[in-house]
């Protein structure tokens, strides 16, 4: 049995931990996380484990990113086995404040990020980004990590932060985590729990697409238009999904490609009911 970590639910609590820590010469990785964690989050936490002496793992549903109308109050929780799983990972400490102990009233200072944000999720999820940017930011400064772990399934997430972090001087290195799949190729995530079973035997339908994209560029397929109908014609197989984009974008800025060349991003997102789910792959050509 392993045995359970601290979790620390104040900013003065995780950072007088952190201090003693770092008085001590060790370094410190990060890993941010909303919670109901999985094998992407834990594959995240051993990244951290091997590259750092102190490893915290943050456990906070941050609510200004999410919409209006958006899952927040549904989005899965379980701290207990959260818990757990942290520690098993390898991880030293749990961060998982209140939201009021992350807003505290009167609150008005945010951060965004221009130009990587119009496409993609920032297209149908408005004010998103700026809610990743502002607690990513507020757990850069209360934790003081060397090092943050991000997974390249939330590619754009990923881009935002590394540009938030070279823009803003924040002194941490930037981690990216390869996407870790169910063996049907779904990636994992914290809503996949949420889907019906019709919805799950339908979501693979995702990386079906976007590998087929892959295999045409390998192939020597450059036109982003041809790929766009290829990815939306395997969607379409899925009649319980609603596609709310498919982008062929450069990876390093995000701006969408006629013609793929240098590093690219397929990317898609797709509404099975109330859930929505995305996945991404890269593509050289
Ligand atoms: P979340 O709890 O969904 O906010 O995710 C926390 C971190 O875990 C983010 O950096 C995600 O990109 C990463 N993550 C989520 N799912 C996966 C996955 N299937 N593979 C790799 N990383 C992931």
Same mark, same amino acid.
């Given at each position: 049995m392993t045995a359970s970590i601290p979790c620390l639910a104040t900013v003065s609590e995780i950072r007088a931990a952190l201090a003693e820590a770092r008085a001590g010469g060790d370094s410190i990785g990060l890993v941010p996380t909303m919670g109901a964690l999985h094998e992407g989050h834990?594959?995240?936490?051993?990244?951290?484990?091997?590259?750092?002496? &102190? &490893?915290? &793992?943050?456990?906070?549903?941050?609510?200004?990113?999410?919409?209006?109308?958006?899952?927040?109050?549904?989005?899965?929780?379980?701290?207990?086995?959260?818990?757990?799983?942290c520690a098993e990972a390898g991880a030293d400490l749990i961060f998982c404040p209140s939201a009021g102990e992350m807003y505290p009233e009167p609150y008005s200072t945010w951060v965004e990020v221009e130009g990587l944000t119009g496409g993609l999720c920032g297209r149908s999820r408005p004010g998103h980004f700026r809610g990743v940017c502002t607690v990513v930011s507020k757990l850069f400064n209360i934790c003081d990590p060397e090092r943050a772990y991000f997974g390249e399934k939330d590619a754009q997430q990923l881009a935002v932060v590394t540009r938030m972090v070279r823009n803003l001087d924040f002194p941490v290195e930037i981690v990216p985590c390869p996407t870790v799949r169910e063996a049907d190729g779904l990636a994992m995530s914290s809503r996949n729990a949420r889907l019906s079973p019709q919805e799950r035997a339908q979501a693979p339908v995702l990386y079906r697409a976007l590998s087929a994209a892959y295999d045409r560029v390998r192939a020597g397929e450059r036109d982003a238009p041809a790929l766009d109908r290829l990815i939306r014609s395997i969607l379409a197989g899925a009649p319980l999904g609603e596609v709310d984009y498919v982008e062929i974008v450069r990876a390093d800025d995000l701006t969408p490609v006629a013609t793929l060349s240098g590093e690219n991003l397929m990317a898609v997102a797709v509404r099975f009911g109330e859930t929505r789910l995305i996945d991404n792959v890269r593509v050289s050509a």
């Open positions: 834990l594959s995240l936490i051993r990244a951290a484990r091997a590259e750092n002496d &102190v &490893v915290v &793992v943050s456990i906070f549903v941050n609510p200004t990113q999410f919409g209006p109308n958006e899952d927040l109050k549904r989005y899965p929780r379980d701290l207990e086995g959260d818990g757990l799983l």
